[in-house]
């Protein structure tokens, strides 16, 4: 059994879709902002909790991580940096709103949405010291309509979201455990 540590600020429909599959592996849900719903969705699913809102949030977190195997981003909105990155090298995933390389960074469904893209979706890759930038392990494309919305098109990035971050997570467990 793999100890999944689950890192956001959002709404935490993500960590609902990898609480979902993974259930009491998700040992702990770390969050940078104490109002962020992730941390009401994982109370509610009595997994264990915490904040950390200082400036120096990967030296803060490093101790409380024993016994955690991977770390998924879901939502979370501050870069990890030395020495969690170092400490977890190759065991920490995010799920990016685009088709990465193209738009990394914020609200990338707007920005797929202002160049004027015909498609976008979702990444979920491999967390290194950049942008959005590590290797990538799954994606999933959606359609962008004329007159789409911003909020119409995350909502359909979120759905395969939710789809594709579990089945990597999956994928990346598996891979680690397989016999030499
Ligand atoms: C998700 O769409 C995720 O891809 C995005 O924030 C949202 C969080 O939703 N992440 C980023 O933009 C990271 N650069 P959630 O809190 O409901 O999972």
């Known amino acids: 059994m ?14 609902e879709a990898l609480w979902e599959e993974f259930r009491e592996e998700v040992v702990l849900v770390i969050s940078d902002r104490r109002d962020a719903g992730v941390l009401e969705k994982a109370r509610e699913r009595g997994v264990r909790v915490l904040v950390e809102e200082g400036r120096d949030f990967g030296t803060q977190i490093l101790p409380h991580l024993e016994g955690v195997d991977l770390i998924c981003l879901a939502g979370f909105m501050k870069l990890v940096r030395e020495p969690l990155l170092g400490a977890f090298r190759g065991r920490i995933l995010n799920i990016h709103p685009s088709l990465l390389p193209d738009f990394p960074g914020l609200r990338a469904w707007e920005q797929a949405l202002e160049a ?25 494309e959606v359609p962008i309509f004329k007159g789409d919305t911003p909020a119409r098109l995350h909502a359909r990035i979120q759905v395969e979201e939710r789809r594709i971050y579990p089945r990597a997570v999956r994928a990346i467990l598996d891979k680690k455990r397989a016999p030499k």
């Open 2 to 15: 793999a100890g999944i540590a689950v890192l956001g600020s959002g709404a935490g429909t993500n960590f």
């Open 116 to 140: 004027g893209a015909t498609r976008s979706g979702c990444t979920v890759h491999l967390v290194d010291s950049g942008i959005d930038t590590g290797e990538v392990i799954w994606q999933a």
